[in-house]
């Protein structure tokens, strides 16, 4: 487990030269944004946290204190990077400058939308392993996750 | 027996004739396409003689299906000038199918000026409907929102088809209106500029009195009942279309934010793929808005009669007072990241507007952005936009402009970043990020078109294992979402139920049993690829004869040239993808 050496939750910032450490530019939506706390805007929340170098997506949900259930459609620099029913991001390692955005998880994103839109290599990988090729709209259904 | 009810504005004659043995499998989108095909010369202009305007409701529509009340309003389009069908959700829809008529089909031309309207009502003596003729002239030139509460005081509980004034005055960028369940006008078959069609013809509104019409026979309630129930079941679990789940919650523009992560949100006409303000226009800000606004949570309603899913929304006003319905994904963003407009009371100002002017809100929201990239107006200019929406409403030399479309605004304004195919403005969807629906939009019989290529999961439609979404030859996938498209369309049903029954194959078997409890049929999953086959054929068939061909079937030369932000992408589909789709 890595360490966060702290956190920071405000306007951007220069992080200066230090090498262990990165800041991340978060995005929360909906219900979500109870957990940026004051930063909340009602429907959306903007934040910015430092993290120690390495960290990965599963540590800073940690850190946010954001629950599996409630966790919906993510992004990580624009690239679909889980779904309800696809963790598939919780290994990713995170860079300084990174952009997350997380939806709640009664957000969609049906597949016609989606199609040739770009996804991590994660999910990729994920898709290309399962029956149906990912061709579905929603995978948090049991009889969808057909496995 | 079912029937064709023509309406000839040359002379208002009025023609109630037997159902074509041809047409009695078809419904919707596969019967206004199809009349529309067989009736109308390719080459004709569409504001002339030769074009009609066919209306027709779902196979299942008027029944106890769930999400059934679509409408389907087919022509010639003036503003691609190829096949053209307008889908909307509207009451409209259940009361022409109760009345035993499988479409309206308005044809002839006037031979002089003035507004007309056609009052259809059932007459029990003759077990037929009537048709009167009233005219219409005191309720042309006005807004939609004075004249339809003063249609409903006069004929009481009716529902209504009609064009606003951007009808009348012949736009390119004009709908057909309907009713929605409040009785306001904002239900509109939008898309095409069909309302130029309908004005063209001199009429301006068809009035419906449903009562003591007979409803839509059952050949086999058994069947039905066993495939309504396992569609209900369907959209009541599944997480996009179950009540409070994401459609219900957020309507459809809970996309906005997941798009503009995407990258993929077209902002400031076509420039940029993410807005920086886009999060203050979504889905989760219209819901917050409300709830801020009225003290309570607000979910959405029911466009039409039967509607399980509920995606339509209200907006209110910072008093608590109603402002519009509805802002859905399409209209916020039109007016909103793609005129880098960021206020909910703005777009909604705009939408209002749209609805009362009768245009349609996706071409209408690309005309004022290319308005605002010709140096008209600034981007983010709100104030200036609604501003020019009233010159539209008002038909001035301006007004006129803008009211034809997007591709006629840039050309007179000198702009080459045109976001059209095949003429018709591009929704809210940038193909250089999300490329399958670029190959819809590129290939899609009606012009840039969202709703042309729904997803039904390839193993129902029997051709599992031969598309994949990773395959860099995308064609067999678009190619199904077609024919899976046309057929949805053509029972009736809203295109949300694509959501649901793509992951719950029971609830896609319950749509074809509710297909074959009305009409008597023994279709299975397999037919449906056949049945949507037959829908786009003729709709190419008629594109073809009318000059437009795979030369048409191409994305705008700058989506080609300039890299999008933020993944810094260009279109890069070969042609010879597209080429390939319908091959």
Redesign the interface.
């Given at each position: 487990m890595v360490s966060f050496l702290f956190t920071y939750r405000g306007m951007r910032r220069p992080l200066g030269t230090a090498q262990d450490r990165i800041q991340v530019e978060v995005?929360l939506?909906?219900p979500l944004t109870r957990y940026a706390g004051e930063a909340s805007?009602?429907?959306?929340a903007?934040i910015f946290i430092d993290l120690a170098a390495g960290c990965t997506m599963q540590d800073l949900l940690t850190l946010l204190g954001l629950p599996d259930e409630e966790k919906g459609?993510t992004?990580i620099?624009?690239s679909?990077a889980a779904l309800?029913g696809l963790d598939t991001d919780r290994l990713v390692t995170l860079h300084d400058g990174d952009r997350i955005?997380i939806?709640?998880?009664?957000?969609?994103?049906?597949?016609?939308?989606?199609?040739?839109?770009?996804l991590t290599e994660e999910v990729?990988e994920e898709?290309?392993g399962r029956r149906?090729?990912?061709?579905?709209?929603?995978y948090?259904?049991p009889?969808?996750d057909s496995d | 027996m079912a029937k064709l009810l023509r309406l000839n504005m040359t002379d208002r004659t009025v023609a109630l004739q037997d159902l074509p043995e041809a047409y009695r499998l078809l419904g919707g989108r596969g019967l206004t396409s199809a009349v529309v095909h067989d009736e109308v010369d390719p080459q004709c202009h569409a504001l002339g003689p030769s074009n009609k305007l066919v209306i027709a409701p779902g196979m299942v529509t008027g029944t106890s299906a769930p999400t059934s009340s679509r409408l389907s309003v087919g022509g010639k389009s003036p503003l691609t000038g190829g096949i053209k069908e307008a889908n909307a959700g509207t009451g409209f829809a259940p009361a022409l199918a109760s009345l035993g008529i499988r479409a309206i089909v308005v044809e002839g031309y006037p031979q002089s000026a003035g507004w007309w309207m056609a009052h259809i009502t059932w007459n029990a003596a003759s077990g037929k409907p009537d048709v009167t003729w009233l005219p219409a002239d005191e309720y042309a030139g006005r807004d939609l929102y004075e004249v339809f509460p003063q249609l409903f005081d006069r004929f009481g509980k009716v529902s209504v088809a009609g064009v606003g004034v951007a009808g009348e005055l012949r736009y390119s960028n004009s709908g057909v209106v309907f009713e929605d369940q409040e009785g306001r006008p904002a239900r509109y078959a939008g898309r095409g500029g069909l309302g130029a069609v309908m004005g063209s013809k001199g009429l301006k509104f068809i009035v419906i009195d449903r009562k003591g019409a007979p409803g839509v026979p059952l050949a086999n309630k058994e069947v039905f009942e066993l495939g309504r129930k396992k569609l209900t079941d369907a959209l009541m679990s599944h997480a996009i279309t179950k009540p409070k789940g994401a459609l219900n919650s957020y309507g459809t523009a809970v996309l906005i934010n997941i798009l503009n992560e995407a990258g993929g949100l077209p902002t400031r006409n076509f420039s940029s793929g993410r807005y920086e303000n886009a999060a203050q226009i979504a889905g989760e800000a219209v819901f917050e808005g409300n709830k801020e606004r009225l003290g309570k949570e607000l979910y959405n309603h029911a466009c039409s009669p039967g509607c399980i899913i509920r995606c339509s929304n209200t907006w209110h006003k910072p008093d608590g007072t109603e402002h519009v319905s509805c802002q859905e994904y399409e209209s916020i963003w039109a007016f909103g990241a793609n005129c880098g407009i960021g206020s909910l009371d703005d777009t909604g100002e705009l939408i209002r507007l749209c609805n009362a002017y009768g245009v349609d809100t996706i071409e209408m929201g690309c005309t004022m952005a290319v308005a605002m990239e010709g140096g008209l107006l600034q981007f983010g200019d709100a104030k200036r936009a609604i501003e020019l929406m009233h010159e539209v409403g008002k038909g001035t030399p301006l007004g006129r402009m803008l009211g034809n479309g997007t591709a006629t605004a840039a050309r007179l304004l000198g702009v080459r970043r045109v976001p059209v195919v095949k003429g018709q403005a591009m929704p809210a969807y940038e193909p250089r990020a999300v490329k399958g629906i670029g190959i819809t939009y590129a290939i899609a019989t009606m012009g840039a078109d969202h709703t042309s290529g729904y997803t039904i999961a390839p193993e129902i439609l029997g051709v599992s294992g031969k598309v994949d979404q990773f395959d860099r030859d995308k064609a067999a996938l678009a190619r199904n979402f077609q024919y899976a498209t046309g057929f949805i369309d053509s029972t009736g049903h809203c295109l949300f139920i694509a959501f649901a029954i793509l992951d719950i194959a029971s609830g896609f078997e319950g749509v074809v049993e509710e297909c074959n409890g009305v009409l008597g049929t023994s279709w299975t999953m397999a037919d449906v690829g056949r049945i949507g086959k037959d829908v786009l054929d003729r709709e190419l068939a008629f594109n073809r004869a009318a000059g437009i061909g795979k030369a048409q079937d191409r994305m705008p030369e700058f989506m080609r040239l300039e890299k999008l932000p933020p993944h810094n992408v260009t279109w890069d589909v070969p042609d010879s993808t597209l080429d390939a789709v319908f091959e």
């Open positions: 995005w939506y909906g805007r009602g429907s959306h903007q459609i992004f620099n624009g679909l309800p955005g939806s709640h998880r009664k957000s969609m994103w049906p597949f016609q939308y989606r199609f040739g839109a770009s990729q898709f290309r149906d090729r990912g061709v579905h709209h929603a948090a259904t009889e969808n | -």
